[in-house]
């Protein structure tokens, strides 16, 4: 017999600059590792798994994540007690927001969702250390009013094979932006971060590997000049094998929201 299984969408944040992405992986610190170290304490003996919303990779951060925790056999007594006492062991760079019980039809990898992404930069004077696991710093100075008009080229639907690492030929390259900006920074701001920073705010239902950190690093390129506007129009296209080398650093990207609808 089948054992009662019971399902609820967690939503968490986290720094991720110490961190090696979510995904498990043996050797090193991972979101997920500490969140199923965490569980498992908290637990005790119950038997659960979780799954992740998104992948994040290294030092990327998550301003509002989300998992997917299984339990078998009982249901958490008291939802409220649990979250409090899943915060009080988690390390302090982890945060869970929020608990609610889903049913079975409920697939965190499947299910619609959209998900925004910002990526925190400055450029020209070197920033203060401590801006460092949330704002990238590139040291020329960019054209960031060139670089404003190459984001919008990102938006709707275009093939992005050259903003994505190591695809294969099952991967579906083509998808939709929603939008795509860069605007002055004024959501996370603290007194040590430069007088002027900015973000690009990426929003979509799915991304590939490393793709918004190229684009970012397209944008860059732009910004000094390596690359034109047309440049950035043609890297769109299906029929044009051309793709980014430039990652900009993960230090800079933030998981900002993930929506079920």
């Known amino acids: 017999m089948q054992p009662q299984r019971y399902y609820y969408l967690i939503e968490i944040q986290y720094l991720g600059y110490r961190l090696h992405g979510w995904q498990r992986q043996p050797g090193f610190k991972t979101v997920e590792g500490l969140v199923k170290k965490t569980l498992k304490f908290v637990l005790g003996e119950t038997r659960f798994k979780v799954l992740g919303a998104s992948r994040t990779d290294a030092m990327v951060s998550a301003h509002q994540a989300a998992f997917e925790l299984f339990i078998d056999h009982e249901p958490l007594n008291n939802m409220a007690d649990f979250l409090v006492l899943f915060n009080n062991n988690l390390p302090q760079d982890i945060r869970a927001l929020s608990i609610k019980q889903v049913d079975a039809k409920f697939n965190i990898i499947q299910h619609p969702k959209k998900k925004e992404y910002i990526y925190l930069f400055a450029h020209g004077k070197k920033s203060h250390p401590f801006a460092a696991?949330?704002?990238?710093?590139?040291?020329?100075?960019?054209?960031?009013?060139?670089?404003?008009?190459?984001?919008?080229?990102?938006?709707?639907t275009h093939s992005f094979h050259n903003y994505c690492t190591k695809p294969s030929e099952h991967t579906i390259?083509?998808?939709?932006?929603?939008?795509?900006?860069?605007?002055?920074?004024?959501?996370?701001?603290?007194?040590?971060?430069?007088?002027?920073?900015?973000?690009?705010?990426?929003?979509?239902?799915g991304f590939l590997r490393n793709q918004?950190?190229?684009?970012?690093?397209?944008?860059?390129?732009v910004g000094n000049g390596e690359l034109s506007l047309e440049d950035i129009r043609k890297s769109l296209s299906p029929e044009v094998k051309r793709p980014m080398s430039f990652i900009a650093p993960g230090s800079g990207l933030?998981?900002?929201?993930?929506?079920?609808p």
């Open 173 to 205: 390259v083509e998808r939709k932006i929603d939008l795509c900006r860069i605007e002055p920074n004024e959501e996370i701001t603290a007194s040590f971060f430069p007088d002027r920073s900015y973000l690009l705010r990426i929003q979509g239902s």
């Open 212 to 221: 918004i950190r190229l684009m970012m690093g397209a944008l860059v390129r």
């Open 254 to 260: 933030i998981l900002n929201k993930v929506h079920f």
């Open 133 to 156: 696991p949330l704002l990238a710093t590139f040291h020329e100075k960019l054209d960031v009013e060139m670089m404003m008009a190459a984001a919008n080229f990102f938006e709707g």
